[in-house]
């Protein structure tokens, strides 16, 4: 049984937990190492590995407490040339990069049991096609709408250039909608650049109607159909 927890999403951080049959895998750790602590039950036993995709704070806040408590944390940013894939037995990690600005970042292709679970965040636009790998999962950013976006904003050069926006998401989703499909969960919402229920709305035009489509919130749990 594989289910998916989401400890935080957005700007004051994001952290995902994976567990299968009771051990886990985290994405991404920019929350306090004691909110991660509580998301897994103070289980760290069981935690397999962290992987983290940028260096950005609301992404890596953990990074140092994590390791002193000896877990395997994997920080793909680090490197110049970092392995193309990762094991955590029992997960298998791939990853790819994504341009998000002057910062290195990188989506993960998670492998677990019969299950594939695509995790991108923080990217403008995604050059690769999984369709043949065939996604049952795709947690997937949709940051802001055009129509939201404040263009005299201090931040906006970074929104634009680092951030999906809700058409580069839906565009990506299509792309990448196989029979395998089940699961699309939008995460990284802007708060005020945004409307959550009308991003799954149109994500729901693109996707087959058994397909659960949802945005992220705190401490909520999916658990994922065997496939």
Same mark, same amino acid.
């Given at each position: 049984?594989?289910?998916?927890?989401?400890?935080?999403?957005?700007?004051?951080?994001?952290?995902?937990?994976?567990?299968?049959?009771?051990? $886990?895998?985290?994405?991404?750790?920019?929350?306090?190492?004691?909110?991660?602590?509580?998301?897994?039950?103070?289980?760290?036993?069981?935690?397999?590995?962290?992987?983290?995709?940028?260096?950005?704070?609301?992404?890596?806040?953990?990074?140092?407490?994590?390791?002193?408590?000896?877990?395997?944390?994997?920080?793909?940013?680090?490197?110049?040339?970092?392995?193309?894939?990762?094991?955590?037995?029992?997960? $298998?990690?791939?990853?790819?990069?994504?341009?998000?600005?002057?910062?290195?970042?990188?989506?993960?292709?998670?492998?677990?049991?019969?299950?594939?679970?695509?995790?991108?965040?923080?990217?403008?636009?995604?050059?690769?096609?999984?369709?043949?790998?065939?996604?049952?999962?795709?947690?997937?950013?949709?940051?802001?709408?055009?129509?939201?976006?404040?263009?005299?904003?201090?931040?906006?050069?970074?929104?634009?250039?680092?951030?999906?926006?809700?058409?580069?998401?839906?565009?990506?989703?299509?792309?990448?909608?196989?029979?395998?499909?089940?699961?699309?969960?939008?995460?990284?919402?802007?708060?005020?650049?945004?409307?959550?229920?009308?991003?799954?709305?149109?994500?729901?035009?693109?996707?087959?109607?058994?397909?659960?489509?949802?945005?992220?919130?705190?401490?909520?749990?999916?658990?994922?159909?065997?496939?």
């Amino acid at each position: 049984m594989l289910t998916i927890k989401c400890l935080g999403s957005g700007s004051s951080g994001n952290c995902w937990v994976l567990n299968y049959n009771g051990a $886990s895998l985290l994405l991404d750790a920019g929350l306090p190492i004691k909110t991660i602590k509580q998301g897994v039950d103070y289980n760290l036993i069981g935690i397999r590995g962290v992987c983290v995709t940028h260096t950005h704070k609301d992404h890596n806040l953990a990074v140092n407490d994590l390791r002193k408590l000896g877990l395997q944390v994997f920080t793909p940013y680090e490197s110049e040339n970092p392995p193309k894939k990762m094991d955590f037995n029992p997960f $298998s990690v791939q990853i790819f990069p994504l341009p998000h600005g002057e910062v290195d970042c990188y989506g993960f292709l998670v492998k677990v049991g019969d299950h594939r679970i695509l995790y991108m965040t923080d990217f403008e636009y995604c050059k690769y096609s999984f369709r043949k790998i065939q996604p049952d999962t795709i947690i997937i950013e949709c940051n802001y709408q055009d129509k939201f976006l404040n263009k005299d904003a201090e931040n906006v050069v970074h929104k634009v250039t680092g951030h999906a926006e809700l058409q580069t998401t839906l565009d990506f989703v299509r792309e990448n909608h196989t029979d395998a499909l089940k699961n699309v969960i939008l995460t990284h919402l802007g708060m005020e650049t945004c409307d959550g229920n009308e991003c799954v709305a149109e994500i729901k035009k693109v996707v087959k109607r058994s397909v659960n489509v949802d945005y992220a919130r705190a401490n909520e749990s999916y658990l994922l159909d065997s496939i």
